[in-house]
């Protein structure tokens, strides 16, 4: 079984729906359509890339599978989802940081 290390250090099973269900978002947040076959196909050609590179035992990170999907968005035609996904993953690693920072700040301030 394929195994995530999270942002956070934790370790997941690798899960397909995730990506359907991210994708599926983006998409939705540019205003484009995709179809279950559309998604199916982005989800299953990420996966069979990470499988290649990393083995049906190995383990992928979070970071590196955002990458492999960016690249299969754009392999498969789909630059503008692929591009909206790219950017709102950067955002977010953005406000994980600075809510991360906030945190640790409050922290000390207790102490």
Known sequence: ML???????RIDKFNIEKIK??????????????????????ARETKRTI???????????SYEIRGVIVRVLK??????IAEDFYKGEKIRMRE?????????EEFEDKE
């Open 21 to 42: 269900t991210s994708v599926g978002n983006s998409a939705s947040d540019s205003n484009i359509q995709l179809t279950k076959k559309d998604l199916d196909i982005i």
């Open 96 to 104: 994980d940081i600075i809510r991360k920072r906030e945190e640790e």
């Open 51 to 61: 499988v290649e590179v990393r083995g049906e035992n190995g383990q992928t990170s």
């Open 75 to 80: 392999e498969l035609g789909f630059r503008q």
């Open 3 to 9: 195994n995530v290390v999270k942002k956070d250090g």
